[in-house]
């Protein structure tokens, strides 16, 4: 049975989140009435992430097992008009060697978080950006965000709901860029806690804001203490931008 690889991108403002949930859209249930609708066939679509009401991704890994060996153009084509118009497309599709996973095979995850730092407010990214009128000292916010690059127990900004069964991660990247108008944080681990980029985001911009001093985000995440987190950043700034695997993992493409 061929496992077939998608990547995909989604806008998440029509959705509860990637994972189905009864009675709720979510992008997770509407592949899968796309893949029901191409091959008359039920499958569960498993993903290298799950993401929240709200929030987008860029470049997210997904995988569903078909009983039928497809040619992958055929199946990127026919999911996206299936798909249409809800907001979500398959950008490509192969077939995954044997044995790898969508989650368990992911090596690093990447994540986005985009502010429009300006008076006015948006016309053309309404629920895709994060807007904050007031003045962002980004390079300020890039010098505090070092703090939790590394191994910590990163209690202070995991959502009191997560089942994750430890704190403890490993932050690979945390840098914060100024472009214009907009200011955008880049973040990359193995795996995140539950709302960890959104509460570390949120910290990050009470220093831009000059509310918090530099050093107060390290006494935070040293606090391992989810009353000593910032305000948490809306998911409409947060996208899900890539996902890396071993390079063994590379996928068989079927024109």
């Excluded at 809800?86 to 502010?115: C, M, N, Q, T």
Aim: aromatic fraction near 8%; proline fraction near 5%; include cysteine.
């Amino acid at each position: 049975m061929p496992r077939y690889r998608l990547l995909i991108e989604y806008d998440g403002r029509p959705f509860s989140g990637f994972q189905a949930q009864v009675g709720q859209p979510s992008v997770q249930g509407t592949l899968e009435a796309a893949i029901l609708g191409f091959s008359g066939e039920t499958v569960r679509v498993h993903a290298a992430g799950r993401t929240d009401s709200g929030v987008h991704a860029l470049a997210m890994v997904v995988h569903a097992d078909l009983v039928k060996t497809w040619r992958s153009a055929v199946v990127r084509d026919a999911l996206n008009a299936h798909l249409y118009p809800k907001p979500v497309v398959i950008l490509d599709a192969s077939i995954a060697v044997e044995g790898w996973h969508a989650r368990f095979s992911a090596r690093e995850r990447r994540y986005l978080y985009r502010i429009l730092n300006r008076r006015s407010p948006p016309a053309l990214l309404q629920g895709k950006i994060w807007h904050v009128k007031k003045p962002l000292d980004w390079a300020a916010m890039q010098r505090a965000a070092q703090a939790l690059i590394g191994l910590h127990d990163f209690t202070t900004f995991r959502d009191l709901a997560c089942q994750s069964k430890s704190p403890l991660k490993t932050l690979d990247v945390a840098q914060v860029t100024g472009r214009g108008e907009e200011v955008v944080m880049s973040f990359a681990a193995r795996s995140f806690l539950h709302r960890q980029v959104r509460s570390m985001a949120g910290t990050l911009v009470e220093v831009g804001l000059g509310r918090w001093e530099e050093g107060a985000v390290k006494s935070a995440l040293d606090a391992a203490d989810r009353k000593a987190c910032g305000p948490v950043a809306p998911a409409d700034g947060l996208y899900f931008a890539g996902v890396s695997y071993d390079p063994d993992s590379e996928t068989v493409s079927l024109g």
